[in-house]
Structure formats: structure tokens, C-alpha cells
């Protein structure tokens, strides 16, 4: 098919501008490498996993391809040392663990780290050298900007904002994902008390205004048609995570395939409640969570470790009440087929 330019495609030398989101949990070397070999941008989600694991995901990449491909980080503030603010959160949780004859954690430590101030995970990044690397919750430091970009590397940030937008520009990044409030999965937001949950169309048009960076558009795009119209809208490209889940080479489990299959339009919420960031997933009991008398939700990533405790103690009973089965508002026209063919289908739509 013929190449969609864009900066996006001329930069990286792709033929379709399009990027399959880093998604946590569910993106695999094997379906980044699958997109990436089918002419777009396949991501690897490293916010999560230590610096040796980061670096046997891109090894395990390099080996099945040599097309370029994206790693993606979270540079959220860690959290403030609040033993009571957790405490209180997970005093507010009990009922629901004892409900399903569980315990609640003794106290809520981070499951991960930030990419602020990971000297060994820069390191590792200067050794391996992706071709990409995209950040997510705000911006790296200064000195992961200099190093990278000394070594040849694309920096993308994920922003919901103008302002957040005008700051990713003035830190230095070469391109910016707009995701709008439409998106599966975390919202970006640099500041989680702080979410202006604007809608995909609304931030795409503010940012033709005031941005001079390229513009990657993410939230609800599901097919061709969708690229066409972000397109036309000022975006360089769309990055899609909710399309790709059901792909084969992702690592979502089996319950959570299902339950996107059989998922309705308008069945997902965003709420902050499972890891004290708000998130977009198909609407359970973590959505209705917060009476009126509720403490604040413990920080994120803190508030994870609690969440992630209650959907585990429920999953053992085969109870999917809980389960943070992340999903975008257009959740209902995810296409299950493997990776390469969805890219071809989107690019094919998209030419239409
Ligand atoms: N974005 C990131 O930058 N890093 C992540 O680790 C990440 N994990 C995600 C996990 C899931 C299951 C989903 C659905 C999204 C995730 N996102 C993550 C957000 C995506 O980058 C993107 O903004 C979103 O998928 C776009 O909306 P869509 O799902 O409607 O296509």
C-alpha cells in the first residue's frame, strides 16, 4: 500500500503513521515486533518492570526485528511518605476484602518505581539505544533529554493539556501524544489531583493552534475511518491501544478478552480508585466505590498495591467484580486478528 506520510512516517521510516500504544500488562515483544515489521510502531511498556527486565524485553524485540519500535516509561512524582493517608485508604477497603474472606495488605509500598532519577535505567537505555522512547504522567529529567538525544533517540511525551503541551515543548520533546479522555487506560495527566478530561476532537483543535511539535492523536480510534478523521483533524498519527489487546501476541488473559468481546458501547468509566491515577476500564465495583464519607485515595502508585490485592482476592473466587480490565470508549469495535493484519486493515480503511 502506499506510505501515509507524515513526520511521524518520514522520521522512523514507516509506512502507515501509526503507533501501537505501550500498554502495561498487555504489550509483548512479540506484538511490538509483528507491528513493527507490518510497517508502523510497535511499543514496549518498560513503567512497570526492573532495569534487567526492561533490557531482556528490548533484546528479546531486537531479535525479531530490525524495524524501529518505541519503549515507554512513567515519570510520575513518587509518592510522599503518608503512612496514614494509606493506612486510612486501606481501613476504607476492608469491608470489601472481608467480603470475599480476604485480608488487606498490611501497609501499601509502591509495586514500582519512577523513571525520575533511574540513573541505571538511563544507562541501560544509552546501551541499548531504541530508536523511540516515549514517557507518560510528565516529562523526564533534563538529563535524560541531553543523553538520549546525544544518542539519536525520538523523545515523545503524552500530554491532556495545551499546558501540558506547552511544557513537554519547552523540556525538549520531539513529538507529543494528545490523549483525549476517549483513551484506555491511565490518563496522562501530569498531575492525577488535576484531570481536565477533555475529549480527543477538543485538544486536537486547541493544540492546531498553539503547538508547533507534531501531534500523535490516542483515545477511541479503532479503525481506518477514525485515522482519516484525526488526520484531518492536525494529527501526524494515532496511537490505538484498545484496538490491539485483542491480538493474539498480546499478553491479556483469557477473562479479560472475553469480557472486552462481550463489552457494550458506553461500559466504560474512568476512575482512580484501583491505583490512585485515573484510568479508563470497563466499569466494575472499583467504579462505585467512593460514598460521600470516603478518606482521599492513597497516591498512586501506592493505591495499586491495594487494588491489585482486592482484584487478586476476588479473581480466586472467579469473581471478576473488581477485575481492571482497561478499555477505551471504543472498547466495542476492537477486532480480535493478529497484529500485522490489524495494521494492514487500518492502513487499507485509512486509504479509503
Ligand atoms: N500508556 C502508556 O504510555 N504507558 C502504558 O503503560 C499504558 N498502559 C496501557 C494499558 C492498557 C491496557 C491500555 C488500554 C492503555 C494503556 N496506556 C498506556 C494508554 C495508551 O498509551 C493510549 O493512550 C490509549 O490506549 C489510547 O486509547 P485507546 O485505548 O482508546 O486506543
Given at each position: 500500500s502506499l506510505p501515509i506520510a507524515s513526520p511521524l512516517s518520514r522520521r522512523l521510516d514507516l509506512t502507515i503513521p501509526l503507533i501501537q500504544a505501550p500498554m502495561a500488562?498487555?504489550?509483548?515483544p512479540q506484538l511490538a515486533a509483528a507491528v513493527s515489521r507490518a510497517g508502523a510502531l510497535g511499543s514496549l511498556a518498560l513503567g512497570t518492570v526492573s532495569v534487567e527486565q526492561a533490557a531482556n524485553q528490548i533484546d528479546s524485540l531486537r531479535a525479531l526485528t530490525d524495524r524501529p519500535f518505541n519503549v515507554n516509561f512513567f515519570c510520575h512524582q513518587p509518592p510522599a511518605h503518608d503512612p496514614a493517608r494509606d493506612s486510612a485508604w486501606l481501613t476504607y477497603l476492608t469491608p470489601h476484602f472481608q467480603r470475599l474472606g480476604a485480608t488487606p495488605p498490611a501497609n501499601l509500598a509502591p509495586a514500582y518505581g519512577t523513571a525520575l532519577g533511574n540513573d541505571a535505567m538511563l544507562e541501560m537505555l544509552l546501551d541499548r539505544r531504541p530508536p523511540v522512547v516515549s514517557f507518560h504522567f510528565g516529562l523526564p529529567d533534563t538529563r535524560w533529554v541531553t543523553a538520549l538525544h546525544q544518542a539519536g533517540i525520538l523523545l515523545i511525551a503524552c500530554i491532556t493539556t495545551q499546558v501540558e503541551a506547552d511544557q513537554a515543548e519547552q523540556a525538549g520533546m520531539d513529538m507529543l501524544i494528545a490523549q483525549g479522555m476517549e483513551a484506555g487506560g491511565h490518563r496522562g495527566c501530569f498531575d492525577p489531583d488535576h484531570d481536565a478530561r477533555q475529549s480527543l476532537p477538543v485538544l486536537l483543535g486547541q493544540l492546531r493552534q498553539s503547538c508547533r511539535l507534531p501531534v500523535i492523536a490516542a483515545g477511541g480510534l479503532m479503525d481506518g475511518r477514525d485515522l482519516a478523521a484525526v488526520q484531518m483533524l492536525g494529527a501526524a498519527g494515532a496511537q490505538l491501544g484498545t484496538a490491539f489487546i485483542l491480538c493474539p501476541e498480546s499478553s491479556a488473559a483469557p477473562t479479560y478478552r472475553a469480557a472486552l468481546q462481550q463489552a457494550q458501547p458506553g461500559q466504560t468509566d474512568i476512575t482512580a480508585t484501583i491505583s490512585g491515577r485515573p484510568a479508563r476500564g470497563l466499569a466494575n465495583r472499583m467504579h462505585h466505590l467512593l460514598t460521600a464519607d470516603a478518606p482521599p485515595i492513597a497516591a498512586y502508585p501506592n493505591a495499586y498495591t491495594a487494588g491489585k490485592a482486592l482484584i487478586q482476592a476476588a479473581a480466586t473466587q472467579g469473581?471478576?467484580?473488581?477485575?481492571?480490565y482497561w478499555a477505551g470508549?471504543?472498547?466495542?469495535?476492537?477486532r480480535a486478528m493478529p497484529a500485522a493484519a490489524l495494521v494492514q486493515c487500518l492502513a487499507d480503511e485509512w486509504q479509503q
Open positions: 500488562g498487555v504489550a509483548t469473581n471478576p467484580a473488581y477485575a481492571a470508549q471504543g472498547v466495542a469495535r476492537a
